[in-house]
């Protein structure tokens, strides 16, 4: 993490890191080789090596062998009130979902939290992957076991879309919460997500009802912050 800008390396990376956390140095975009990173600093070709490695670690870019750097952070505000494959493929970026769980399950824990009825849920468990890339997150959702739902393990979600199952049980998602906080991988999820165990990952979780305070989605989400952030607005000043 970059925690100083007392050494030259640290104090390149700092400078860096403000570029493209700030949306200067795009997401996919090349940075300057070596040399003109040196040149730029007027700093050897190891001491840009050592910040570059600082921003490697902090997961702001990754170093391609002998094609260069390039910036991985996304900082852009995501809308995943329509799902996160929607909201991802307005960015430009391309995303494939995988199948882990699709069943019938109880969940008397969130049954008693929300007041529900029954604890009968439908559990979907994915994985999410960048096309041609790296596992980016782990979503959870917990929908209502409505008659219209009933089979949904045996038929699949409508278009691969839990949105869209959701709209043509009758289930328009119109309000909720989430809240959010980081956490570090289990083995289990390490291995789904191809990390090292205790990588620390953003753990969402959104409830969503519906217009007239139906129940519709509880999603738990593990969320790798190098391709999510979270992004607050507030208005007036008084405290």
Same mark, same amino acid.
């Given at each position: 993490?970059? +925690? %100083?800008?007392?050494?030259?390396?640290? /104090?390149?990376?700092?400078?860096?890191?403000?570029?493209?956390?700030?949306?200067?140095?795009?997401?996919?975009?090349?940075?300057? %080789?070596?040399?003109?990173?040196?040149?730029?600093?007027?700093?050897?070709?190891?001491?840009?090596?050592?910040?570059?490695?600082?921003?490697?670690?902090?997961?702001?870019?990754?170093? /391609?062998?002998?094609?260069?750097?390039? &910036?991985?952070?996304? $900082?852009?505000?995501?809308?995943?009130?329509?799902?996160?494959?929607?909201?991802?493929?307005?960015?430009? &970026?391309?995303?494939? &979902?995988?199948?882990? /769980?699709?069943?019938?399950?109880?969940?008397?824990?969130?049954?008693? +939290?929300?007041? #529900?009825?029954? @604890? !009968?849920?439908?559990?979907?468990? +994915?994985?999410?992957?960048?096309? %041609?890339?790296?596992?980016?997150?782990?979503?959870?959702?917990?929908? @209502?076991?409505?008659?219209?739902?009933?089979?949904? @393990?045996? /038929? $699949?979600?409508?278009?691969?879309?839990?949105?869209?199952?959701?709209?043509?049980?009758? #289930?328009?998602?119109?309000? $909720?919460?989430? =809240?959010? =906080?980081?956490?570090?991988?289990?083995?289990?999820?390490?291995?789904? #997500? !191809?990390?090292?165990?205790?990588?620390?990952?953003?753990?969402?979780? =959104? &409830?969503?009802?519906?217009?007239?305070? +139906?129940?519709?989605?509880?999603?738990?989400?593990?969320?790798? @912050?190098?391709?999510?952030?979270?992004?607050?607005?507030?208005?007036?000043?008084?405290?």
């Amino acid at each position: 993490m970059i +925690r %100083g800008v007392n050494l030259k390396h640290e /104090r390149i990376a700092s400078i860096l890191a403000r570029e493209i956390r700030s949306g200067r140095v795009g997401h996919g975009s090349q940075l300057p %080789g070596e040399v003109e990173l040196a040149r730029r600093f007027s700093v050897s070709r190891n001491t840009v090596r050592s910040a570059l490695a600082v921003l490697s670690e902090d997961g702001l870019i990754t170093t /391609r062998t002998g094609k260069g750097s390039f &910036v991985l952070f996304d $900082g852009r505000p995501l809308n995943d009130r329509l799902g996160w494959s929607h909201a991802l493929a307005e960015q430009g &970026v391309e995303t494939q &979902v995988r199948m882990l /769980r699709l069943a019938h399950e109880q969940d008397h824990e969130l049954a008693e +939290r929300l007041g #529900l009825d029954s @604890p !009968d849920v439908i559990v979907i468990q +994915r994985l999410r992957v960048i096309v %041609g890339g790296e596992a980016i997150s782990i979503e959870r959702s917990c929908i @209502p076991a409505l008659d219209e739902l009933r089979d949904l @393990p045996e /038929r $699949g979600l409508d278009d691969n879309s839990i949105t869209a199952t959701l709209s043509r049980a009758g #289930l328009h998602l119109d309000h $909720g919460e989430q =809240r959010l =906080r980081g956490r570090p991988l289990d083995p289990e999820e390490a291995i789904l #997500l !191809d990390r090292p165990e205790g990588t620390w990952f953003l753990h969402t979780r =959104r &409830v969503s009802f519906t217009s007239d305070d +139906r129940f519709a989605e509880q999603v738990d989400s593990l969320l790798d @912050p190098n391709h999510f952030e979270l992004s607050l607005t507030y208005t007036g000043s008084g405290r």
